[in-house]
Each structure stands twice: as C-alpha cells, then as structure tokens.
C-alpha cells in the first residue's frame, strides 16, 4: 500500500545558487518510482505516494538522486504526511498575536534530538527571535521584524541543532497541506 509522505529540500534555489528547476525536480522523483508528485513554491517541498516505509530510505535515496542529477549535495528531509497534517492540526501558532511584521516558522529536524540546550520558550537577547517551542523533530518559532530586519536564527538553530535541518514558513506549510 502506497502512502503520502513530504520531502523538504535544503538551500536549493536561493540567490540563483543551487539551482534545481521544479519541472526536473518532478521529472527526478518519477524516475525514481514515486507517484502523485507535486510541487510547491521554488524553495524544494514535494508531496508524492511511495510503498517505502522507511524514512531514513527515502531520504537518502533522494539525497542520492539530486546529487546525480543537478551535480551538487542537497540535503533531504521526508515527513510522513500523516505527522505533516498532524502539526498543522496542532497549530502551534494558536495563542501567537500575528501582525505584518511575524513571521511563523517550523524548522524540521533529519534527526530528533534530545535536548536544546537552553530552555524553551527563548528568546533571543533583541527580543526579535523565540523559539516557543521544540518536539525533539520540530522546532516552533516567532520572528519579529520590526524589532530587527535579520536576525541570526539560522546560525542559533544551526549552532544548537547542527546543519541537518531545515525551515519553513507556516503559510507554505499550509499551503502544502493542501496538496496532500
């Protein structure tokens, strides 16, 4: 039996480096052997059907695949699309005050963790950043840019969670739901 599940790309198609067209990303997964593929936005979220259960597969495999095909390593993240739906039915964004200037984000985790060596909720030292909360897989933060127009979270979540991760804004993971 066949099941849904999501791969999220890391760092592909920003600033005109790593280039990986979504036509050709499509093209790679049905050669692959996967089925109802999607695509969404340019930043690298694919929704497709697979008889493989096993994540850590699937993930390298893909992995594996990218780097034949565009010549370069672009590091892969699957979600079962069950656990995807699950998050969005949790919205851990319910009791967040959103205005123009948030940005919700879920930073997925290749590999869960035990602890985040600092307590949660943080925030950062300008009060621009938070981290609200963490599953071990996900991390659930707020980015406040009228306080500051960047901030350092990727370097804090790199430097506390190591470079096999990757970030979303809350509206494409709802937007990607909706391919599922």
């Known amino acids: 039996m066949k099941s849904k599940c999501i791969a999220l790309l890391r760092g592909i198609n920003v600033g ?19 089925e109802n593929i999607k695509t969404l936005l340019n930043s690298g979220n694919v929704v497709f059907s697979t008889s493989e259960k096993n994540i850590k597969i699937l993930e390298n495999r893909i992995a594996e695949a990218l780097e034949e095909t565009f010549d370069f390593p ?18 851990p964004f ?13 930073t997925f985790l290749k590999s869960p963790a035990k602890n985040t060596h600092f307590e949660i909720p943080w925030l950062s030292e300008d009060r621009s950043y938070q981290i609200i909360d963490f599953s071990g897989s996900e ?30 804004n809350w509206n494409t993971l709802i937007k990607l739901e909706k391919h599922l």
């Open 74 to 91: 672009v590091p892969v993240l699957v979600r079962k699309a069950t656990d995807f739906q699950k998050l969005i039915k949790n919205n």
């Open 94 to 106: 319910g009791n967040i005050e959103i205005h123009k200037d948030i940005r919700l984000y879920v």
């Open 16 to 34: 005109g480096h790593k280039k990986v067209p979504m036509a050709d990303l499509k093209k790679m997964m049905t050669d692959l052997g996967f």
């Open 139 to 168: 991390i659930i933060s707020v980015l406040d840019v009228s306080e500051k127009k960047t901030t350092d979270a990727m370097k804090i979540l790199e430097d506390n969670f190591g470079k096999e991760l990757t970030t979303r």
